[in-house]
Every structure is written in structure tokens, then in C-alpha cells.
């Protein structure tokens, strides 16, 4: 089975810039199609971006042209590089594998995640 682990989210001002990390295990992690969530205090998880095992992205509209989300295969990696972060992306951030199929989260548990505060 698939295991993620979260990492790198902190408290952050309005304007600054966060690096999360996603490690995968196994060793064909380059096959996955890999999605970073988030998830807010009374809301909804939120599938903010995308990356498919051939490098393709895609983002959520709230995110678009702030976050990169990128993949380090030969370390299991999945990122999320975000830039000019605003109160409102303060969130639990959370990595999973995603069906090439139905874009579905594949893992059944969410993990811990990485809290991302952005407060003045």
C-alpha cells in the first residue's frame, strides 16, 4: 500500500511563500498521477492542484498562477511550491493519489497533512 507523508507548511505572513512536500513510498511512484488537497476550518476539502505521471498540471482557480505543484520522481516526491499566499489559503494540506480514471483520490485515508497558516 501506498503511504504519503506531508511536510513543510508553517505560519506565514500575507505575501510569503511556502514549500510543501509530499513523499510517496513505493518504487513505480512515477506511474501515479498525484493531487494536493486542502481543507479549511468549516469547509469543504478542496483539490487545489495536479500533476499526472507524464508532468501534466492543472489547478484549482483559487490557486492559479500562485501555486506550482511538481514531481521529483527519482525521490518520491510530489511539491507545492506557493507563492503570494493570501489569509484565505490557510488550510490542513494534504497530498493523495489520484485515478488516472475518474481524478478520485485513490488512498482511503487522508493523513495528517500540513497545516499552512497565513496571518499578519
Known amino acids: 500500500q501506498v503511504q504519503v507523508v506531508e511536510s513543510g507548511g508553517g505560519l506565514v505572513q500575507p505575501g510569503g511563500s511556502l514549500r510543501l512536500s509530499c513523499l510517496a513510498s513505493?518504487?513505480?511512484?512515477?506511474?501515479?498521477?498525484m493531487g494536493w488537497y486542502r481543507q479549511a476550518p468549516g469547509k469543504q476539502r478542496e483539490l487545489v492542484a495536479v500533476i499526472t505521471s507524464g508532468g501534466s498540471t492543472n489547478y484549482a482557480d483559487s490557486v492559479k498562477g500562485r501555486f506550482t505543484i511538481s514531481r521529483d520522481n527519482a525521490k518520491n516526491t510530489v511539491y507545492l511550491q506557493m507563492n503570494s499566499l493570501k489569509p484565505e489559503d490557510t488550510a490542513a494540506y494534504y497530498c493523495n493519489v489520484l485515478s488516472s480514471n475518474t481524478g478520485e483520490r485513490v488512498l482511503g485515508s487522508w493523513g495528517q497533512g500540513t497545516q499552512v497558516t497565513v496571518s499578519s
Open positions: 513505493g518504487s513505480i511512484f512515477s506511474i501515479y498521477r
